[in-house]
């Protein structure tokens, strides 16, 4: 009998494997629509410096409230104020996978151009209904509404009904429709938890949710200061290897090595690319159009070994801040105390990477029973809540000797950690854990051991203030008695006065508190 030989498209080939973009099962798939599309949404944001306003209604279609822990048939709906898509690009955007705007080496949440695309999919290959796009790019532009399925066999958009409708406000934005299916009594509570953790690490945006139950929330911005957006670069020597330089050596416009080289890549300029080519054993004058296979090989050993590059250029990255962290941090999770700090960047293999880690204590924080301190954990600023057991921040926390710090993990405390990069280190495409990069997990342990000591000195502090207190309120209770009896046993008529005693105590006492404070 002779094999088969058949070629998968790329929808089709996500459509048989959901579980590689994180759609496993009921819960993560109603998770993961939710996850994707709010994403896209801070994407298309950011990128433009708008302050996100975004809108989540999910609904129940069969009215009906399923029995615990079965799927039903949902409605999803969202809306945004970012930039919009532009008309033409809507069918390939939504309806065709491997198609994206973020295939460049600047920092997004978006990866694979597949996110989106695996909503929708799911959302069709369940229900068999077609899904609505509607998109507005602001002034002088009309709004498109485009009714869609994903041929998925053939990966093609498959347009249905398309409209234009008159714009006369400039409306910007852009508002999904979709009939999924998925288990909601099991995903709610996540989806609630990724919203807050998505209104901590982006402070600047406004959420407003509503459930099938009729619950309703809604997230208010902390502050209004956004970080900067990331920029474009170029590729950095160390992190490509050979196909990725032979794609540039074939494109180039340079006719010698010497300028390829520095026209090409990040951090050579004319000394470095000298150097690098002797260090190499290839004349600098070579045209690189004309690069044997043999002489690409050599070039490529080179960069990657080569010893004084300087460090990925982080212009690429846009990390959260320490001061926007803290305010995300008190707003949504009300503690009474909270310290974070945003590392210099980094780099592994080429890559740049910033970690940041934030502590927070007390306040409306429950107490860790389990003595292990909880982590809420983001990577390109999106919050991974599932495999905390595999990711490398919760390795990092396990590793810090609290004791040091005289802090007790059973205490009321949360540990945040973020790492920006474009390229996470993640363990799969559903983008839920972190490796672990021995360069990443010293940054994530030394911003974690910062923030300890910060807490440290705090509780010390707050340890030293109440065993003052405790301290005046026995001068207070005992002073006047005693002033009383000594003056009787002396045999002497007047209390001598005892307040200029109590007040020196109380006066160190209120400039504890003012340094306290300030
Ligand atoms: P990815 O986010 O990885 O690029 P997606 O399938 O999630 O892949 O999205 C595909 C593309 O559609 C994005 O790259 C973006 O250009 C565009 N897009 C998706 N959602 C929005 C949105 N809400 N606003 C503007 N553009 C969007
Ligand atoms: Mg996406």
Redesign the pocket.
């Known amino acids: 009998m002779r094999e088969q030989f058949t070629e998968l498209s790329a929808s089709e080939f996500f459509y048989r494997h959901k579980d590689l973009a994180g759609f496993t099962n009921p819960t993560r798939a109603i998770y993961g629509t939710v996850r994707?599309l709010v994403e896209?949404?801070l994407?298309?944001a950011e990128v433009h410096g708008i302050l996100l306003k975004l809108h989540l209604k999910v609904s129940r279609l069969n009215g009906e409230k399923p029995a615990e822990g079965h799927e039903e048939k949902l409605h999803v709906h969202i809306e945004?104020n970012?930039?919009?898509?532009p008309r033409e690009k809507i069918p390939t955007?939504?309806g065709r996978v491997l198609?994206?705007?973020?295939y460049k080496l600047r920092q997004t949440r978006?990866?694979?151009?597949?996110?989106?695309?695996m909503a929708l999919i799911y959302g069709q290959s369940t229900t068999h209904e077609p899904f609505t796009i509607r998109s507005g790019t602001g002034k002088r532009s009309p709004i498109v509404e485009y009714v869609m399925m994903v041929d998925i066999e053939k990966n093609v958009p498959c347009i249905l009904k398309r409209r234009r409708l008159q714009n006369p406000s400039g409306w910007r934005g852009?508002v999904i429709d979709l009939t999924t299916r998925g288990d909601w009594a099991h995903a709610k509570q996540k989806i609630i938890e990724y919203l807050t953790n998505t209104a901590i690490a982006a402070p600047y945006v406004t959420i407003t949710f509503e459930d099938p139950d009729g619950t309703q929330c809604k997230f208010e911005p902390a502050t209004t200061t956004m970080p900067k957006p990331p920029k474009e670069t170029r590729p950095h020597p160390a992190g490509l290897d050979v196909e990725g330089i032979k794609r540039l050596a074939t494109s180039t416009k340079a006719t010698n090595l010497l300028a390829f080289l520095c026209s090409q890549f990040q951090r050579i300029g004319p000394v470095t690319a000298k150097k690098l080519l002797q260090f190499a054993g290839i004349n600098p004058r070579k045209d690189p159009h004309k690069l044997a296979r043999e002489e690409l090989l050599q070039l490529s050993n080179a960069m990657n070994s080569f010893p004084d590059f300087k460090a990925p250029d982080p212009s690429c990255l846009s990390p959260i801040g320490a001061e926007q962290l803290e305010a995300g941090i008190k707003k949504q999770l009300k503690p009474a105390f909270v310290t974070a700090i945003t590392r210099k960047p980094s780099s592994y293999s080429g890559f740049p990477f910033t970690v940041e880690a934030g502590l927070a204590y007390g306040g409306e924080l429950p107490p860790n029973v389990s003595g292990k301190i909880p982590v809420v954990r983001f990577a390109n600023k999106i919050p991974l809540l599932f495999d905390e057991g595999s990711d490398v921040a919760r390795k990092a926390i396990d590793e810090v000797n609290w004791k040091l710090y005289r802090i007790d993990p059973t205490m009321s405390i949360v540990a945040v950690t973020s790492i920006v990069s474009t390229r996470i280190p993640f363990r799969s495409a559903g983008k839920e854990m972190v490796a672990d990069r021995p360069e990443v997990e010293r940054e994530l342990l030394n911003s974690i051991r910062e923030c300890a000591r910060q807490l440290g000195r705090y509780l010390s502090r707050h340890q030293r203030m109440a065993y003052d207190k405790r301290r005046l309120d026995v001068f207070q209770k005992y002073l006047p008695k005693l002033a009383e009896f000594s003056t009787r046993l002396s045999g002497k008529s007047k209390v001598p006065n005892i307040d200029p005693l109590l007040k020196a105590v109380t006066r160190y006492q209120e400039e504890e508190s003012s340094e306290e404070e300030s």
Do not use: P, W
């Not at 198609?99 to 973020?102: E, L, N, P, R």
């Not at 978006?110 to 695309?117: P, T, W, Y």
């Open positions: 994707e896209n949404s994407d298309a945004d970012a930039g919009g898509i955007a939504f198609v994206s705007s973020k978006g990866l694979f151009g597949l996110g989106g695309k852009t």
